[in-house]
């Protein structure tokens, strides 16, 4: 985008009526705060000189988002036009055109900037985002002049029946050359609220003949607003939708949209399925030809082509190419499975690389743990990682084969091809090729020593 272009988002307000805690622009919206979804609106349209305004919580908000630079108090919440007042140093130094916009509009698309700004430049004029919806319950209404231009807005609080029964509403997204500016000096609190509105401006500059023009956007989803947990919640069902038709429309088979759940900020490949129950959150991105579910859960990690999940869960953790994994595994954060390895029912993974083509089939837990290629970890081999102060790492080396209920005490090493007796638990390493076994021989007592000892011990 042009770089005269700059922005400021307001994000001060209390949102007093998501009744909450937490600030209402941090509340989760597909996975990430709602001001995350405006910040990245921007990042897309290529606006990156941009102030945040907050106030309510202020600190909590600003931890969210280190990498942001512009930060702007409004000690006390007076109105949008004093929130966009208080970046004032930052607007005195604004060139071209300066995007006003609010950061409890999560759904607005980077296309419908770069929109506004195009007609913006055409007109010479400012532009507001406008939508005709069927509702405009709670939104401000636009009025119109003759010419089809903003004549002024209506908060919903003020308006007569006749205004209220407009149902063309203010988005709360402006575009205003540098020249506008001046008009914000010029709001005053005159109004039922007693709050200095942001939409007043639309008012001042047509009586100075500069009269705003309105781009109406082709999707009225994007411009909705939470205010309440149940939009939030409305929000979040736009939203699912939306990814899920976007997989859709790319090539991935969704069996069932209904219980599938997919953030925004998940990539799948194409030819890839998506079974009941699955949730995708996070920045996870799945290959192609992958079958992913049912009810699987992965979060944060990157799954390679032709992967196998099912009923399990994977977390932060990489999957390469043709791995399968479950049913009911549970892989942790920092886990690397190389191409073509195998886990399978009832194993954890911590923090653990498995070298290519190595199987960990059965009731294992393996934690701390480089595993190299084509090993074979027999059922309910576990690491004993943890010796109640510190972790240790276990290392398998390729071609290791570990029976059966085998305990691995770490620190601790299993040398190329060597072998391990079920049952046994090592304490030492094992050298290359070896066999160790580390376990009490079998002891068969005679049946009659045996029934003397009974009686002795009735
Ligand atoms: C606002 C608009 C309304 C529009 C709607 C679209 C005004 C006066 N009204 O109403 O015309 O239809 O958005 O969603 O602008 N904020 C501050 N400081 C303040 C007050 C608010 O930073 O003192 C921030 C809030 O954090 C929020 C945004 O400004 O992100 C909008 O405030 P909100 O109270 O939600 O306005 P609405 O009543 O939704
Ligand atoms: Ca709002």
Redesign the pocket.
């Known amino acids: 985008m042009d770089p005269q272009v700059q922005a400021v988002v307001?994000?001060?307000?209390m949102g007093t009526r998501m009744k909450s805690k937490v600030p209402?622009?941090l509340h989760p919206l597909g996975g990430k705060p709602l001001l995350w979804h405006v910040l990245h609106t921007l990042d897309e349209a290529g606006i990156e000189k941009r102030a945040i305004?907050v106030?309510h919580l202020a600190e909590q908000v600003k931890a969210a988002f280190p990498e942001e630079k512009n930060w702007f108090l409004?000690a006390q919440?007076?109105?949008?036009a004093?929130?966009v007042a208080m970046a004032r140093e930052f607007l005195a130094q604004a060139q071209g055109f300066v995007f006003i916009l609010?950061?409890?509009?999560p759904l607005l698309r980077s296309q419908t900037l770069q929109e506004m700004l195009a007609l913006a430049q055409e007109t010479g004029r400012g532009v507001l985002l406008g939508a005709k919806v069927a509702d405009p319950t709670?939104?401000?209404r636009l009025i119109r002049n003759e010419e089809g231009l903003l004549a002024k807005?209506v908060?919903e609080k003020d308006a007569s029946p006749e205004e209220r029964a407009i149902c063309e509403?203010?988005?709360?997204v402006y575009c205003l050359p540098k020249g506008n500016l001046w008009a914000l000096a010029k709001i005053s609190n005159n109004n039922k609220q007693k709050e200095f509105?942001?939409?007043d401006i639309v008012e001042i500059l047509a009586q100075a003949g500069d009269n705003l023009a309105i781009y109406t956007t082709p999707d009225p989803d994007e411009i909705l607003?939470v205010?309440s947990r149940r939009q939030l919640a409305e929000l979040e069902a736009i939203m699912r939708e939306r990814k899920l038709r976007e997989l859709l429309d790319s090539g991935v088979t969704i069996v069932d949209p209904a219980s599938t759940f997919v953030a925004p900020t998940v990539e799948v490949g194409q030819d890839s399925t998506i079974l009941p129950f699955t949730i995708l959150e996070g920045e996870t991105a799945i290959g192609e030809d992958c079958i992913i579910g049912p009810r699987s859960r992965i979060a944060g990690s990157k799954i390679g082509n032709g992967c196998r999940i099912q009923e399990s869960i994977v977390l932060e953790s990489v999957m390469e190419e043709g791995v399968s994994v479950g049913p009911f595994a549970y892989i942790r954060p920092g886990t690397i499975v190389r191409q073509g390895a195998r886990v399978g029912d009832f194993v954890e993974l911590k923090n653990s690389t498995i070298g290519p083509g190595s199987k960990v089939p059965h009731l294992s837990y393996i934690g701390d743990c480089e595993i190299g290629a084509g090993v074979n970890i027999g059922a309910g081999t576990i690491t004993c990682n943890y010796d109640g102060v510190h972790k240790h790492r276990t290392i398998i080396e390729d071609g290791a084969f570990i029976g059966s209920n085998t305990n691995l005490v770490a620190p601790i090493k299993v040398g190329q091809n060597a072998l391990v007796g079920a049952g046994s638990t090592l304490t030492e390493e094992v050298p290359p090729g070896a066999l160790a076994i580390a376990r009490a021989r079998q002891v068969n007592l005679p049946k009659k020593e045996k029934n003397i000892s009974k009686q002795e011990n009735p």
Do not use: P, S
């Not at 307001?10 to 307000?13: D, E, K, V």
């Not at 919440?77 to 949008?80: E, I, M, N, S, V």
């Open positions: 307001l994000a001060a307000g209402k622009v305004v106030g409004q919440q007076l109105g949008t004093h929130a609010y950061g409890d509009t709670g939104y401000g807005i908060e509403i203010n988005a709360g509105y942001l939409t607003g205010n």
